[in-house]
């Protein structure tokens, strides 16, 4: 069984940081793509940004700049850098990983979510 289980969300100010991660653990030989998504109150869930195995990022156009997506192979974990952090940003935030298990190729599987609230 594969889990995704992730960490660092909360509140911070308009301006302010907050770095999420996201551990897979369970049985599996690799993971290929790694990604964060979001859900803001009321609206359907958004990609944030995707990263390969090799490093090759992609990010919303509403966070370039802003946010970095990072992996730790070894760790099999991906991170979220997020600064100078606005009030739209406000999210309950998924990572999302693409596993691979033997027999059964690569399936997507999701954290259970965590929220960030960026208000004064």
């Known amino acids: 069984q594969v889990q995704l289980v992730e960490s660092g969300g909360g509140l911070v100010q308009p301006g302010g940081s907050l770095r999420l991660s996201c551990a897979a653990s369970?049985?599996?030989?690799?993971?290929?793509?790694m990604g964060w998504f979001r859900q803001p109150p009321g609206k359907q869930r958004e990609l944030v940004a995707t990263?390969?195995?090799?490093?090759?990022?992609n990010y919303a156009i509403s966070v370039k700049g802003r946010f970095t997506i990072s992996r730790d192979n070894a760790k099999n974990t991906v991170y979220l850098q997020m600064d100078l952090l606005k009030p739209e940003d406000t999210a309950v935030y998924y990572c999302?990983?693409?596993?691979?298990?033997?027999?059964?190729?690569?399936?997507?599987?999701w954290g259970q979510g965590t929220q960030v609230t960026v208000s004064s």
């Open positions: 999302n990983a693409h596993v691979i298990q033997d027999g059964i190729g690569a399936l997507p599987y």
């Open positions: 369970g049985s599996f030989s690799g993971i290929s793509g």
């Open positions: 990263i390969t195995t090799g490093g090759s990022s």
